[in-house]
């Protein structure tokens, strides 16, 4: 695969998302009354984009992103490429996608906005079919996956967290959107609990969800997930539901 390294940086004004690095500005909002006043917040994000080899050679591609975990958070992208599809990627594999990799700043956690804003700055620079827009990630970034569902889940064909959490509540939110969730049976820093109620809740959502959990494993239950072949073949199974 092609791999590049970008940096993004964000402009949030109201409603309106401006990048004016790499990218064209969005209108801002019209419309708003005279006392109303705009809240301006800056966010730079660093991230791993790979593409395929025979990029060119298609009109469109499918997107996996990657949300890495709390160790990896920092300014130096080496760092997302400690696990996950950017460490496959450097040893050599290859992908049916375009991966997106961004770096979470030290002291952050994942924001549903800033990934939106960026996979947008990605579909716009990039050849992807956005019906095939898929996220994962591990930990913190297991936790970042399901938020980011939640956020938008008409944007994603299906979603892959991995010894992460989140609040059963939104999972009617997101039961359109296939999911494929893993944990180790032995995680003493995310418990498999916090995957089994986010699983249990979309059932009784009635969402479709796959649940693999490793009865050895303890928080690294990605690296057996990342290498295993099945995972990708079924994430080019999906597509997102028809609006």
Known sequence: MKKLTLKIAILLVGAA?????MASAAEPTTGQKPCELDRTIKVQMKYLLALPKDYDQKESWPLLLFLHGAGERGDNLDLVKMHGPPKLIEAGKEFPFIVVSPQCPNDH?????????????IVEKQKVDQDRIYVTGLSMGGFGTWSLAAYQPKRFAAVVPICGGGEPIIAKLFTP????????AK??????ERSEKMVEAMKQAGGIVKFTVYPEAGHDSWTESYANPELYDWLLQQKRAAK
């Open 17 to 21: 998302v401006l990048v004016p690095f």
């Open 187 to 192: 995680d003493f820093v995310v418990p498999l």
């Open 109 to 121: 956690w994942w924001e549903p906005v800033e990934l939106a804003a960026l996979l947008d700055e």
């Open 177 to 184: 959107i296939p999911a494929w969730v893993f944990h180790g």
